[in-house]
């Protein structure tokens, strides 16, 4: 396959070849490697770039299509979503894929997916988008095969709640999900239109009927699903393909399988069987394998049987598949206690990964992985406790085993294969003096994770079976199976000593007590398992759910009711099962709700209102242009960093493997080829700069040490993976690793005096004032990765006379072209960088993109060749060192009543290797931790330099942290004054006056301090008094969930910062606008293009009404708009409006003597004539800007309040939001509706 061919000719494929359609397009490939995936054909080999790179593991959906396979037998086709990072190519042969410029386009028209998207503002940044529409198309295209009835015109089959969860386990970074809930929720037959949320489509109170006809129609004609003529034949025989130096064989009966197992094949250590390849997500296996076994075209392996004892269920079928079996039981005879036990299973099963993963992950694989590699496996738990037996054979003996067995054995050999599973049918049995009849069957199944709906693997996962019957005194446990899971064992465990110990007893408080203690015992994660304490304290929390209503139907039965006992009360044991499943979601309900109420005028028309964000629509077809869709020029190489793995090491050498796979190297760059004139810079920011390369010294964990580059990004992944890096750390000194061994070898950036924030009043005095105090009390903040969508990403490209053109995904384009031609010694005027839009930013691609767009300018400049990266997720991850961790110790003096009189702090913040920007963090610290008036406030902050990576800016750096501080200062008052913390706060909020002390000119006119008006309202507005009532009530009455309500103020301190702007009007009356700022998903083009269409309209002529949609912000170029400065801090769309607002002002201006000269001549002239003739009479139509802020009008604070109703599970501290209510002061919104983005 060649890098940038599409297609091969017929004649050369032959019959071995891969065919498949994209979008209706024949795909016919005879040579490629056969561990190619989906998303890579795609992205490095197609147009359709749609289809984005996010994590590269099933984690996020960035990278979903709609597959669609063909049944000849049936003559149906199925559709359903699959993640293209881990599909391999190979295995598509015969299938039809739909990516989302496939549905609609701008050329040809949006789908209404993607208008509805667009419309509901459902994107920011946009990375995600395609990847949610083709999630909720494959949801739509599945919901219209089925026999429901016709839905009313303009709606589909899919129910609200189907709606909502197509996109369960597609990740957004920047968007609130209620948006995006809503886009799909409108297709819903039973949706209620009320229900919806802002849009551009209707007006609050709008009739019904007059909602229905605005919005995009969607009529299921089966346009894009239809499935393509030239591959029915295909689907009739897999083929098994015969590529050049490898193969992907389908064999298709058990035989043929044995006899490739059985061949010399198996001992090529390149041989991989597969299935959905979805394991590769976990396991992230770098090698390439170059022959594979598809398992999928076995009959064994594929069917499902179902008869009285069970269900058996071939090792290749999907998860997905399995819980429809599952949950379709009911077609025969199972008994009750069976059907709900297969139920369960398949409730849990949905909590695995996500559809897309489901889809094509298949039950055998999942088991294998268990086996093979111990995987924290779900599928394993739950099966174990039900007591399935599985099938495998190896060579030609074939043998059923139960799956305890099957896991406890050595890991499977590579001829052994799974062939399937049976899912026994149970029944109560009861015990040997007491008959079934009068016993019960439970079975409840439980996993806590970081999500608890999926995407997530567990901390610990448990399943427990247990045969109970009721007697007089209570419930006899006559036989139980209690499984756990996923908690650092090899695989999952059955309990024994705890099922020996609770079988043929009455459950009483005190069995219920020694079982728990014995599961302590039982349940022990190995050493080295992270989070053991908590693993083992949920698997006590599960049991205790699991036994704990039982005790009830006990104690009423001691309580003297023993007559009437009768199977009721063990069905009220049951019912509390449900009741009390206090970790499992109540997923059937509806995740998101939301309401928002806006006032938008028509005073600055368009400015203020609510417009649709600028390129939704091409962001959700995926024609929107990112810097790794750019096509690559040719001879253009790839390049990937090789990192440090040691803080503090001499670099010896860098030795990459020399086997034939990285034949495709072509260079490893490292700060050697820096040519003479330039420096070793990576990065700069006002406080310093950081190297591109470590020269001979490594100073951290994830410096980078070189850059290999090969001819592609594969290429270049495997070498970095595999470059052995020679490091020496004879007679250095040792690292410093934490904050204390800094303090201790006074390792310190400085803060420069100027930006070190002042102390108020006199500590000693305020402390002196008090009625209690709390001395040295700690809070320890960790840090936080970045997760934006897009990762690190540029491409370089060599231009004459030594210049470069460097497309950056980068938040700041103009500091990266000062560091490239710093790097490589030549003029600025020699380097140009482009940036259109980012994936995503959130502070990450400040700094950090800055060594990234350089290494790849380095290397291009030497290799006289175009280079791109697009990094990893783990290298970006270890690169971008994320989150300032801190430590802050306090002591604070208040009054009997709350009031605070002094608070002192002492932070130390672990800024990693280089200052970065975190000479910032005290500023921005106490900026947000003034928000109360401490009385008296004084503060000792040190930023530590250690030798780890450098921390940077992330989503309000220092902000959060100074809040979260704030916060936890006021609770440990309240709590040692056993206050209500809500009056704690209310009592410490500031006055106008206070607050100038503490702010100064900040704080600007008294009018403005809206914080306290706010307060009031939101405690008014969400209820605040009666919902604590609420809470208290709920608290008493639940024993095990507890709910908590707070309200929370914040004040934010903006910096207005000079910003550049360019306007130029064409011919047509269409503009073009170029600013400083970058959009990065924060609605910057959109107020940018209103800001234009409003200040050009006052040149007061006819045709200027929608001069908004004639206009266009254009990519940012360093050498054409120079001085762009950076985008962060909240404030980019604002001096960016305002550098265009002047910009407009001089064109109009220019515009008005010939405006008053046509309408004297002619009448009324409109826009489309006013600019022609400027053109014809020379009238320069481009203006510049730069927009310097007034210094009084620099800095100004920012208002805003929350109440959080939070619930949280004691037992397993799973935890919820029950509501949130926001309100934001954000003065007169230039669009409402980006900024309630910004929000939710
Ligand atoms: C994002 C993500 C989240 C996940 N979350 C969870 C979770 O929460 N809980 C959970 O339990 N699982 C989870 N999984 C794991 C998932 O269930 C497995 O990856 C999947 O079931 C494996 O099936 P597959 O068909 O893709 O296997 P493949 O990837 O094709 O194969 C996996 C391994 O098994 C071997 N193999 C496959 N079938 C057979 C067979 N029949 N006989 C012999 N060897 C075989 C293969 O050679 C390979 O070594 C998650 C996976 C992903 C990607
Ligand atoms: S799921 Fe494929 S890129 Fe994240
Ligand atoms: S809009 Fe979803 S990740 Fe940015």
């Given at each position: 396959?060649?890098?940038?061919?599409?297609?091969?000719?017929?004649?050369?494929?032959?019959?071995?070849?891969?065919?498949?359609?994209?979008?209706?397009?024949?795909?016919?490939?005879?040579?490629?490697?056969?561990?190619?995936?989906?998303?890579?054909?795609?992205?490095?080999?197609?147009?359709?770039?749609?289809?984005?790179?996010?994590?590269?593991?099933?984690?996020?959906?960035?990278?979903?299509?709609?597959?669609?396979?063909?049944?000849?037998?049936?003559?149906?086709?199925?559709?359903?979503?699959?993640?293209?990072?881990?599909?391999?190519?190979?295995?598509?042969?015969?299938?039809?894929?739909?990516?989302?410029?496939?549905?609609?386009?701008?050329?040809d028209g949006f789908h209404p997916i993607h208008q509805r998207f667009a419309g509901f503002h459902a994107s920011q940044c946009g990375y995600c988008t395609p990847g949610m529409c083709m999630s909720f198309f494959s949801a739509l295209a599945k919901a219209e095969k089925t026999n429901r009835p016709e839905p009313p015109p303009g709606f589909s089959k899919l129910t609200v709640s189907e709606a909502e969860k197509a996109i369960a386990g597609n990740l957004c970074r920047c968007t609130g999900y209620r948006p995006i809930a809503d886009a799909c929720k409108s297709f819903a037959a039973d949706v209620d239109l009320e229900d919806l949320g802002l849009n551009s489509f209707w007006r609050k109170g709008e009739p019904?009927?007059?909602?229905?006809?605005?919005?995009?129609?969607?009529?299921?004609?089966?346009?894009?699903?239809?499935?393509?003529?030239?591959?029915?034949?295909?689907?009739?025989?897999?083929?098994?393909?015969?590529?050049?130096?490898?193969?992907?064989?389908?064999?298709?009966?058990?035989?043929?399988?044995?006899?490739?197992?059985?061949?010399?094949?198996?001992?090529?250590?390149k041989l991989r069987l597969v299935v959905g390849n979805t394991g590769m997500g976990y396991y992230k296996e770098l090698d390439n394998y170059d022959r594979y076994i598809d398992l999928r075209y076995?009959?064994?392996?594929?069917?499902?049987?179902?008869?009285?004892?069970?269900?058996?269920?071939?090792?290749?079928?999907?998860?997905?598949?399995?819980?429809?079996?599952?949950?379709?039981?009911?077609?025969?005879?199972?008994?009750?206690?069976?059907?709900?036990?297969?139920?369960?299973?398949?409730?849990?099963?949905?909590?695995?990964?996500?559809?897309?993963?489901?889809?094509?992950?298949?039950?055998?694989?999942?088991?294998?992985?268990?086996?093979?590699?111990?995987?924290?496996?779900?599928?394993?738990?739950?099966?174990?406790?039900?007591?399935s037996i599985v099938s495998i054979t190896t060579g030609h003996k074939h043998e059923s085993i139960t799956l305890e067995e099957f896991l406890t054995r050595p890991p499977m050999d590579s001829r052994s294969v799974l062939l399937s599973v049976q899912i026994p049918h149970l029944e109560p049995k009861g015990n040997g003096n007491n008959s079934g009849s009068n016993s019960k069957l439970v079975f409840e199944t439980y996993r806590a994770a970081p999500r608890p709906l999926g995407n997530a693997l567990p901390y610990l996962n448990a399943a427990f079976l247990a045969d109970v019957s009721h007697q007089v005194s209570g419930v006899l446990v006559n036989n139980i199976q209690l499984v756990f899971g996923a908690y650092g064992t090899k695989h999952a465990t059955r309990a024994r000593k705890v099922e020996e110990y609770l079988s043929g007893r009455m459950l009483s408080a005190s069995v219920l007590y020694e079982a728990v203690k014995l599961v302590k015992v039982d349940v022990m994660p190995a050493v080295g398992t992270s989070h053991a304490a908590y693993r083992t304290s949920l698997a006590i929390g599960f049991l205790f759910q699991f036994l704990s209503p039982f005790l009830r139907v006990g104690s009423v039965a001691c309580g003297g009711l023993s007559n009437g006992l009768t199977g009721d009360l063990l069905k009220d044991s049951l019912e509390n099962h449900r009741d009390t499943s206090l970790c499992q979601w109540e997923y059937s309900k509806l995740l998101l709700s939301a309401k928002q109420e806006l006032k938008s005028s028509k005073e600055y028309h368009p400015v203020g209102e609510p417009i649709?964000?600028?390129?939704?629509?091409?962001?959700?077809?995926?024609?929107?242009?990112?810097?790794?869709?750019?096509?690559?020029?040719?001879?253009?190489?790839?390049?990937?960093?090789?990192?440090?793995?040691?803080?503090?090491?001499?670099?010896?050498?860098?030795?990459?493997?020399?086997?034939?796979?990285?034949?495709?190297?072509?260079?490893?760059?490292?700060?050697?080829?820096?040519?003479?004139?330039?420096?070793?810079?990576?990065?700069?920011?006002?406080?310093?700069?950081?190297?591109?390369?470590?020269?001979?010294?490594?100073?951290?964990?994830?410096?980078?040490?070189?850059?290999?580059?090969?001819?592609?990004?594969?290429?270049?992944?495997?070498?970095?993976?595999?470059?052995?890096?020679?490091?020496?750390?004879?007679?250095?000194?040792?690292?410093?690793?934490?904050?204390?061994?800094?303090?201790?070898?006074?390792?310190?950036?400085?803060?420069?005096?100027?930006?070190?924030p002042k102390q108020v009043g006199d500590f000693s005095k305020g402390m002196a004032e008090a009625d209690h105090k709390i001395l040295s009390a700690e809070i320890k903040l960790p840090s936080q990765y970045y997760f934006y969508m897009e990762t690190q990403t540029a491409l370089a490209v060599p231009d004459e006379d030594n210049c470069m053109v460097v497309y950056s995904s980068i938040q700041c384009p103009e500091l990266t072209h000062s560091v490239i031609a710093t790097c490589l010694g030549v003029p600025e005027h020699n380097i140009r960088v482009i940036t259109r839009r980012v994936g995503g930013g959130f502070g990450g691609k400040a700094i950090k993109a800055m060594p990234v767009a350089t290494a790849c300018a380095l290397a291009a400049h030497k290799l006289r060749r175009p280079v791109r990266t697009y990094l990893n997720r783990k290298t970006d991850t270890i690169l971008s060192g994320g989150r300032h961790p801190m430590k802050i110790t306090y002591s604070v003096g208040f009054k009997s009543n709350g009031k605070v009189t002094a608070l002192h702090l002492d932070i130390l913040i672990n800024a990693g290797i280089s200052a970065d920007i975190s000479p910032l963090m005290p500023a921005n610290i106490i900026g947000a931790l003034k928000k109360y008036n401490w009385g008296a406030l004084s503060f000792d902050i040190k930023v530590c330099k250690t030798n780890h990576s450098s921390k940077s800016a992330m989503r309000a750096p220092g902000d959060a942290q100074g809040s979260f501080i704030a916060e936890a200062v006021i609770e440990h008052v309240a709590s040692i004054l056993s206050m209500e913390v809500d009056s704690v706060r209310n009592l410490n909020l500031h006055t106008f006056q206070t607050l100038n002390v503490f702010y100064g000119e900040s704080a600007g006119e008294a009018l403005e301090y809206t914080l306290t008006d706010m307060w009031e309202k939101l405690g008014a507005s969400s209820c605040l008094l009666q919902r604590k009532e609420m809470i208290e009530q709920f608290n008493q009455i639940n024993k095990w969930k507890k709910r908590g309500i707070s309200r929370?103020?914040?004040?934010?301190?903006?910096?207005?910062?000079?910003?550049?702007?360019?306007?130029?009007?064409?011919?047509?009356?269409?503009?073009?606008?170029?600013?400083?700022?970058?959009?990065?998903?924060?609605?910057?083009?959109?107020?940018?293009?209103?800001?234009?269409?409003?200040?050009?309209?006052?040149?007061?002529?006819?045709?200027?009404?929608?001069?908004?949609?004639?206009?266009?912000?254009?990519?940012?170029?360093?050498?054409?708009?120079?001085?762009?400065?950076?985008?962060?801090?909240?404030?980019?769309?604002?001096?960016?409006?305002?550098?265009?607002?002047?910009?407009?002002?001089?064109?109009?201006?220019?515009?008005?003597?010939?405006?008053?000269?046509?309408?004297?001549?002619?009448?009324?002239?409109?826009?489309?004539?006013?600019?022609?003739?400027a053109h014809y009479q020379s009238v320069n139509l481009a203006a510049n800007s730069y927009y310097v802020p007034d210094s009084s009008f620099m800095r100004y604070l920012n208002y805003g309040v929350a109440v959080s109703e939070v619930e949280i599970n004691i037992l397993t501290g799973e935890a919820k939001i029950v509501q949130a209510d926001i309100l934001y002061d954000s003065g007169q919104s230039m669009n409402p509706a980006v900024d309630l983005g910004q929000a939710n």
């Open positions: 396959m060649e890098e940038n061919g599409t297609k091969c000719p017929p004649s050369e494929a032959g019959n071995g070849s891969l065919v498949f359609a994209v979008n209706g397009e024949k795909f016919e490939l005879a040579t490629l490697d056969p561990s190619t995936t989906l998303l890579q054909f795609f992205r490095y080999h197609t147009r359709f770039k749609s289809v984005k790179l996010g994590c590269g593991e099933g984690g996020c959906g960035a990278c979903v299509v709609m597959l669609s396979k063909y049944n000849p037998e049936l003559d149906q086709v199925e559709d359903f979503s699959v993640s293209s990072c881990l599909t391999l190519l190979c295995s598509v042969n015969g299938c039809s894929i739909t990516t989302s410029e496939g549905l609609g386009n701008s050329k019904k009927e007059v909602k229905l006809s605005r919005l995009p129609l969607y009529t299921p004609d089966g346009r894009f699903s239809r499935f393509p003529e030239f591959l029915k034949g295909r689907s009739k025989s897999p083929k098994s393909l015969h590529l050049e130096n490898s193969s992907w064989y389908t064999p298709t009966t058990l035989e043929e399988l044995r006899s490739l197992l059985n061949s010399n094949l198996i001992e090529n250590d076995l009959s064994e392996l594929q069917t499902i049987r179902r008869n009285h004892h069970g269900i058996e269920i071939g090792a290749a079928v999907t998860i997905s598949k399995v819980i429809a079996c599952l949950k379709d039981a009911d077609t025969l005879n199972y008994s009750t206690d069976g059907k709900q036990v297969f139920e369960k299973l398949a409730n849990h099963m949905e909590k695995i990964a996500s559809g897309f993963i489901r889809n094509s992950a298949s039950i055998g694989g999942n088991l294998v992985m268990a086996q093979r590699k111990s995987f924290p496996s779900d599928i394993a738990t739950i099966l174990l406790a039900v007591g649709t964000k600028s390129g939704a629509a091409i962001q959700a077809s995926g024609e929107a242009v990112y810097v790794d869709d750019i096509p690559s020029p040719p001879n253009c190489l790839h390049g990937a960093f090789i990192y440090s793995t040691k803080p503090l090491a001499r670099v010896k050498g860098v030795d990459l493997e020399s086997n034939n796979q990285l034949s495709g190297v072509a260079a490893l760059i490292s700060y050697k080829d820096i040519p003479e004139q330039g420096e070793n810079v990576g990065s700069k920011a006002m406080f310093g700069s950081e190297p591109l390369f470590a020269d001979d010294l490594t100073r951290c964990a994830g410096q980078q040490i070189a850059f290999v580059v090969a001819n592609t990004q594969k290429f270049a992944d495997i070498a970095a993976n595999s470059a052995l890096v020679k490091y020496d750390t004879a007679n250095l000194d040792p690292p410093i690793l934490t904050i204390e061994e800094a303090v201790e070898r006074s390792s310190f950036f400085q803060v420069p005096p100027f930006l070190y929370v103020p914040i004040i934010y301190e903006v910096t207005l910062r000079p910003t550049p702007g360019k306007v130029s009007i064409l011919s047509d009356g269409s503009i073009v606008v170029e600013v400083g700022g970058i959009e990065i998903g924060q609605g910057l083009w959109t107020k940018v293009k209103q800001m234009t269409a409003f200040a050009l309209s006052s040149i007061g002529c006819s045709g200027t009404e929608n001069l908004v949609e004639k206009v266009r912000v254009v990519q940012a170029d360093t050498l054409s708009l120079v001085q762009g400065g950076f985008t962060a801090g909240s404030t980019t769309s604002e001096s960016s409006c305002e550098a265009v607002r002047l910009c407009c002002n001089v064109l109009v201006e220019r515009l008005a003597p010939l405006k008053s000269k046509l309408e004297e001549q002619v009448g009324p002239v409109n826009w489309d004539v006013l600019i022609l003739q």
